[in-house]
Each structure stands twice: as structure tokens, then as C-alpha cells.
């Protein structure tokens, strides 16, 4: 069990740090008198175009495979 949350804190940790470096994540502070604090801000416009992206790449991916899928069934029927 303590493996199993070791792995997902590790797995949270990369999708986190992958996602400050895409811009996914920005991280701003404020300091007014005594007082700092932070704000986590969360970029969804920018994570659906990088979603939209990745889909696009998918397709084009599944498409060039299947062509290549096809080429070599033609090259397997012919005598």
C-alpha cells in the first residue's frame, strides 16, 4: 500500500510539474504589508488547445498507421 501512494505521489508530481511547464499552472504572490500569499491559477483555455493538439496528433497517427496497414496487406495479396 505504501508503494502505491508513493508511485501516485510521484505520478501527481510529474502532471504537475508537466503541467507549470506547458502553462497549464501559473503560480503568483502578493505581498501587501506583513501579509504574502499565493495564488494557484488554472489555465483551461489552454489546456483544452493542448488536449485539442494531442487529438489531432492521435488522428493523424491512426490515420498514417492504417495507410501503412493497407499498403502491406495490397504487397501480402499480391502473387
Do not use: C
Not at 31 to 46: F, H, P, R
Request: glycine share 8%; net charge neutral; proline share 1%.
Amino acid at each position: 500500500m505504501k508503494q502505491l501512494l508513493i508511485v501516485l505521489a510521484i505520478i501527481l508530481a510529474a502532471v504537475v510539474g508537466f503541467g507549470f511547464y506547458e502553462g497549464w499552472f501559473r503560480y503568483s504572490t502578493d505581498t501587501t504589508n506583513s501579509d504574502a500569499s499565493g495564488t494557484i491559477t488554472v489555465d483551461k483555455d489552454k489546456i483544452k488547445e493542448d488536449e485539442g493538439k494531442v487529438r489531432d496528433f492521435g488522428n493523424k497517427l491512426k490515420d498514417k498507421s492504417s495507410e501503412t496497414t493497407d499498403k502491406v496487406k495490397v504487397k501480402e495479396h499480391q502473387p
